[in-house]
């Protein structure tokens, strides 16, 4: 065992629990009237597109809540090991449930994704490679919903005995690991890596390549010019989809960077305790990142978050520059 001089407080499960809490309870008020916001501030002409962009923020409120204040994880990577620091471990529930719960959040929070960008490739594209029937898009959903629920399955039914699984662990990727590995409440997930990283990969390439083929295919429609569309409506159309993306980018990019670093420390068997934890914390504020992404690129929204927050209106100089977003992000999905 290491010496406890070796590790900082910034490498303790009390830093990173702490830190996790009070940013998913300090920031979940904001994120909450955001979705206010986009329930009852979107424009009627929108209504359509109103229920995916809140369907999507919806999972990411939930998702926030699940890994930033009910499981908590203080993960020990380059092993798949941890501790539940969440209000599910006061209350004794059992690890496995937790873990699916948070693959539950994940995985609906990738499915919504794949929606709005589905939503805006059945908008914007005409002919082949799009779901005409309502039923076909029905089908394309419950798909990814049961697919999102069941990646994982293979892997829990390899959960080893976290006693021997914690002491293969020391020998094989974890030689020097902080104090907490020891206490009796770590978890030991999985001790074969290979299966993990490949189930959820398959996952996250599947997801990834559905959203960059719609992207880029809705992208094609929108750059050509034998759609008879005036010049206008096809400005409008770019700059929205543009916003779409960048919306759905900024908290997808505080995601993905420490989930990268979390793959990428389990296959070079890296082990620093401060940056998995930072890593962890990182993924838990990316519902505020969605909530300030969608106040900023939504003039509509950020006009009523001035006037009930700040308690003052934007100046008519305000309101005017950036009349066309008020359209933007609400027609975007």
Request: aromatic share 16%; net charge positive; charged share 10%.
């Amino acid at each position: 065992m290491c010496s406890n001089s070796s590790f900082s407080y910034f490498a303790t499960w009390q830093f990173q629990a702490t830190t996790s809490h009070l940013l998913t309870f300090l920031t979940c008020p904001f994120n909450l009237f955001c979705g206010y916001c986009i329930l009852k501030k979107t424009p009627k002409q929108y209504k359509t597109a109103k229920w995916y962009l809140l369907h999507l923020h919806s999972w990411t409120i939930f998702t926030d809540l699940i890994l930033g204040a009910c499981v908590t994880p203080h993960m020990f990577f380059p092993a798949f090991a941890g501790i539940s620091t969440g209000i599910f471990a006061f209350f004794a529930i059992p690890i496995p449930a937790q873990i699916f719960m948070a693959q539950i959040a994940l995985g609906g929070l990738a499915t919504s994704i794949v929606m709005i960008f589905e939503n805006r490739h059945h908008t914007l594209v005409r002919g082949k490679f799009k779901f005409e029937k309502n039923w076909a898009r029905f089908l394309f959903y419950t798909i990814h919903g049961v697919y999102s629920i069941l990646f994982l399955l293979p892997v829990y039914f390899q959960i080893p005995e976290a006693y021997s699984a914690k002491m293969l662990l020391l020998r094989e990727r974890l030689p020097c690991p902080h104090p907490d590995y020891y206490l009796d409440t770590v978890f030991v997930f999985t001790t074969n890596a290979s299966t993990l990283i490949e189930t959820a990969g398959i996952f996250i390439i599947f997801v990834v390549f559905e959203a960059i083929f719609m992207c880029f295919h809705s992208s094609f429609h929108l750059f050509r010019f034998d759609v008879k569309i005036s010049e206008q409506t096809r400005k409008m159309q770019r700059k929205l989809f543009g916003d779409m993306i960048l919306q759905v980018s900024v908290p997808i990019f505080v995601i993905v960077v420490p989930m990268a670093y979390c793959l990428v420390a389990s296959w070079a068997l890296y082990y620093n305790q401060v940056l998995n934890n930072i890593a962890v914390i990182f993924i838990t504020s990316h519902g505020i990142s969605s909530t300030i992404t969608i106040f900023a690129t939504n003039h509509t929204y950020r006009q009523h978050f001035c006037h009930v927050i700040l308690r003052r209106k934007l100046k008519p100089s305000q309101m005017r520059r950036p009349s066309t977003i008020t359209v933007n992000a609400v027609t975007q999905f």
